[in-house]
């Protein structure tokens, strides 16, 4: 019945949706376009033009998705962002910018400029051969140029004023970098170097708002201490979720969200959502049969407890499962394509207040 409810209220926001996206844009969608930054969660395949080992061009990734083609998403099918563009009424994806496909007419719905292993911490992103936010921005700029050749600078102006823009960071800076790095962890208390991450979004902000965005959604951390690769590397043999770095997620998360209502008072017009992961996913994972989910403590793929790139998880990854939708994780950091929906669900409802 619980679930029910839910769809009906989906359903109804949808509509909404489409309507006033009909008013507002005399077309199908809400938005005129999707402009996306950030890390592997979001990661559209700009990364298969990088040499970097975090790449998700080959199977089993991408098995579920259209054709069963790997195309950069680590995911077996559509990220949540992708089932967001949908719900809101795209029959395409926005292209990784560094692909053949952002070209011509294909940029009038927007550009994807993320990089799995990027994020806040711009050092990170440079030595895991990622492309840094700061790149990212300078390539969003470039795009702006293309975009007012393909549309004329009136229309590429509208475009940009009324695009959604989305952001997901903060992953990789605490799992690939700050847990595993003694130069950092030995410094700096996770509160520290969450204050300085957050430093290096309220930049990130003011310079995407100066570039004329104003329609901005960020996703918080997910509850990082229940990924397969931390109950692995950092668990101890606990039964559940590593209770420390969820915490040290969840301290994140306030200073983010304070963060974001700060930047609202301070730029005119600016709408500014972060879209709290943490709870809808954490519920996944602590009531898995209440969403049809059977297996939270392993990924899909190979042995699922520490898979995420090549070196673990590829063809010949002995151990993976038959059906992913039976599991909340696809590697041991990323979810699974069922899990997105669940997801985009959460996205969806909070992403109101972006209109």
Not at 42 to 56: C, E, I, M, Q, R
């Amino acid at each position: 019945m619980a679930l029910h409810s839910k769809t009906m209220t989906l359903l109804l926001v949808v509509s909404a949706f489409v309507f006033l996206g009909s008013v507002v844009y005399a077309q199908d969608t809400l938005v005129p376009a999707i402009i996306t930054f950030g890390d592997s969660a979001v990661d559209v395949g700009n990364n298969d033009y990088l040499p970097t080992l975090f790449k998700a061009n080959y199977p089993p990734y991408g098995r579920d998705f259209v054709n069963h083609k790997a195309t950069g998403r680590f995911c077996n099918g559509k990220l949540a962002t992708d089932i967001t563009a949908e719900t809101l009424g795209f029959k395409t994806y926005a292209p990784a910018y560094l692909s053949p496909e952002a070209s011509g007419k294909n940029l009038l719905i927007g550009a994807n400029f993320a990089s799995a292993a990027s994020g806040y911490d711009e050092k990170a992103a440079y030595l895991n051969h990622a492309i840094t936010l700061t790149q990212q921005l300078a390539y969003f700029k470039e795009y702006k140029s293309k975009l007012a050749k393909v549309a004329g600078s009136k229309k590429a102006d509208s475009i940009i004023e009324g695009a959604l823009y989305l952001l997901s960071a903060g992953n990789s800076d605490f799992l690939q970098n700050y847990y595993v790095n003694p130069l950092i962890n030995k410094v700096y208390t996770p509160d520290q170097y969450g204050s300085y991450l957050v430093s290096s979004f309220k930049s990130f902000v003011k310079t995407l708002y100066g570039m004329g965005a104003r329609r901005l959604g960020v996703t918080s951390l997910p509850p990082l201490g229940c990924l397969p690769a931390a109950r692995t590397i950092f668990g101890y043999h606990e039964n559940g979720c590593v209770s420390n770095i969820n915490t040290d997620a969840q301290q994140f998360n306030k200073k983010i969200n304070a963060a974001a209502k700060s930047l609202q008072k301070q730029l005119p017009g600016l709408k500014l959502v972060i879209f709290d992961i943490f709870k809808p996913l954490y519920d996944v994972i602590q009531s898995p049969s209440k969403y049809d989910f059977k297996e939270v403590r392993k990924g899909c793929c190979g042995s699922g407890l520490v898979e995420t790139t090549s070196l673990l998880c590829n063809p010949k990854s002995p151990g993976t499962c038959s059906n992913a939708t039976q599991y909340v994780f696809w590697d041991s950091v990323h979810p699974s394509q069922a899990a997105n929906q669940v997801l985009a669900d959460a996205l969806i409802l909070q992403g109101f207040a972006l209109l």
